[in-house]
């Protein structure tokens, strides 16, 4: 088998380890990541996903150092313009990504192509296989995870002029974004004119992401994501079940009341797991015997206790929003 092929980083030259160990600290964040994570396992990953896989036609730069570069943008909330000066500007930055003190940094038309290279050609599964990576290392480096879940759903606008779209669907044009639909956004309760309360319903045009985290390590676990219509029910269980196997320490699973469905109570039951799904109104003001089940839920520990921490997870939606 042919060896594959990199751009020459030069990173290990003498003058960019005396640099290196003389300007970047021991303690510094980017050296700390840096060592803590096999950035190489993510080399021999996405280097699939590169039509000549590193071994026909020109060397690419190692898919682990352009995977760090765009961690360096995310973190510091760069576009992929500005982080190309930023490491090219900023030693840790440049030590942390695996390059040379005199060698530049991918420029941004790499880093686009690189992202795009992962979703044409890697799609979803790429990306949930390196979050369930890094749910691992988190394990295996220490990182504790507490017994309760929050499942949730966090909707995202597709970059699409809806008004625009429909009228070159019209015409007999393919839509600008065929994969996104319309969803409600949320439903709430306003007065009108005449001061009568009605139900007022906003929508959306996109996606959502289907999300379960752990509320000890803050970490989010699992991930799916759908067009903007699908019942936030109907994913409950898919995202527990890789918790699971993922040997989480679960007990506990709290949700809003999109996910009070029979099937999502019954799923937790044959699992041993403790519900906390918010129940709907009218399954406590039952008229038969059915409601019992679901009085003595609310009064368990586990359901308070569940409820409380649900705030963690839309604060989690509100961070990766900003």
Partial sequence: MEKQRYVESGENSFYGKYLYDQIVPADHFLRMLNEIIDWKRYTRKLIRLYKGEGVVGRPPFDPALVLKAELIAFLYNLSERQVEVYINENLPARYFVGLAVDQKAPDHSTLTVFRERLLRRGKLKVFEEMLAEIIQIAQQKGVQFGSIQIVDSVHSVANVNTAKDTKRQTKGKEPHDPDARWGVKHKRKVKDEAGKEIEQTEYFYGYKAHVSLNTESGLITSLGVTSGEAYDGHHFCELIEHDLEQKLPLETVAADKGYDDGDN??????????????????????????????????????????????????????????
Avoid: C
Wanted: cysteine-free; charged content about 35%; overall charge positive.
């Fill in 265 to 322: 109570h019954y799923y937790l039951a044959q699992h041993g797991l403790h519900s906390a799904i918010r129940l709907k109104d009218m399954r406590l003001r039952k008229k038969d015997q059915n409601k019992e089940v679901w009085i003595e839920l609310v009064q368990t520990p586990q359901y308070r206790q569940g409820l409380k921490e649900r705030y963690k997870i839309e604060r989690k939606f509100g961070e990766a929003k900003q």
